[in-house]
T-cell receptor, first 111, second 112 residues
Framework: KAGVTQTPRYLIKTRGQQVTLSCSPI?????VSWYQQTPGQGLQFLFEYFSETQRNKGNFPGRFSGRQFSNSRSEMNVSTLELGDSALYLCASSRGSGTQYFGPGTRLLVL | GESVGLHLPTLSVQEGDNSIINCAYSNSASDYFIWYKQESGKGPQFIID?????DKRQGQRVTVLLNKTVKHLSLQIAATQPGDSAVYFC???????????FGAGTTVTVRA
């Protein structure tokens, strides 16, 4: 069974731009979660979607948004990028609750 | 807020020895406890999980122990190999949490 896939793997943007990241969950998994990982803050929860509905949201500004499609694929968007948004963005999927399985991440660098 | 934390930020182990990585958690309502391994440049890789109604679970070369009385979780790796060098995270979640809470991680270095 294929794992979680994320595209793109690497991205370089400048301040003020916006970015969209994509995630395809493991087949049969309907929950997709997004996390931000930085050296200073560690792994922080952004939001979680299940059947196209956001069920939980972390403490991030409104510039961070996401959505989920009917095939469970998910996208997250960051608008008006700031230098501090440089991070590894990780997507994880699960059947609905419990253990989550992670993708390889998207490395975002904001210049 | 409640969080999951690891006791030691680094652990150096001789190849062939057993490793023990510890984690303390504070949310007594958590249902799942999970160990992940993250190598440089990669996403966290699932190692093993344990539900709150269990106190021990074994996998291939790994054992997870859960002590709910003192809210402690540990990961034991048998016969540690160079490929085990990585950062190890414990995480916890509840049935209706829909998110993982992570500790800071322990960097394991295996000495040849």
């Amino acid at each position: 069974k294929a794992g979680v896939t994320q595209t793109p793997r690497y991205l370089i943007k400048t301040r003020g731009q916006q970015v969209t990241l994509s995630c395809s969950p493991i087949s049969g998994h309907r929950s997709v979660s997004w996390y931000q990982q930085t050296p200073g803050q560690g792994l922080q929860f952004l939001f979680e979607y299940f059947s196209e509905t956001q069920r939980n949201k972390g403490n991030f500004p409104g510039r961070f948004s996401g959505r989920q499609f009917s095939n469970s694929r998910s996208e997250m968007n960051v608008s008006t990028l700031e230098l501090g948004d440089s991070a590894l963005y990780l997507c994880a999927s699960s059947r609905g609750s419990g253990t989550q399985y992670f993708g390889p991440g998207t490395r975002l660098l904001v210049l | 807020g409640e969080s999951v934390g690891l006791h030691l930020p680094t652990l150096s182990v001789q190849e062939g020895d057993n490793s023990i990585i510890n984690c303390a958690y504070s949310n007594s309502a958590s249902d799942y406890f999970i160990w992940y391994k993250q190598e440089s440049g990669k996403g966290p890789q699932f190692i093993i999980d344990i539900r709150s109604n269990m106190d021990k679970r074994q996998g291939q070369r790994v054992t997870v122990l859960l002590n709910k009385t003192v809210k402690h979780l540990s990961l034991q790796i048998a016969a540690t190999q160079p490929g085990d060098s990585a950062v190890y995270f414990c995480a916890e979640t509840g049935q209706s949490d829909y998110k993982l809470s992570f500790g800071a991680g322990t960097t394991v270095t295996v000495r040849a």
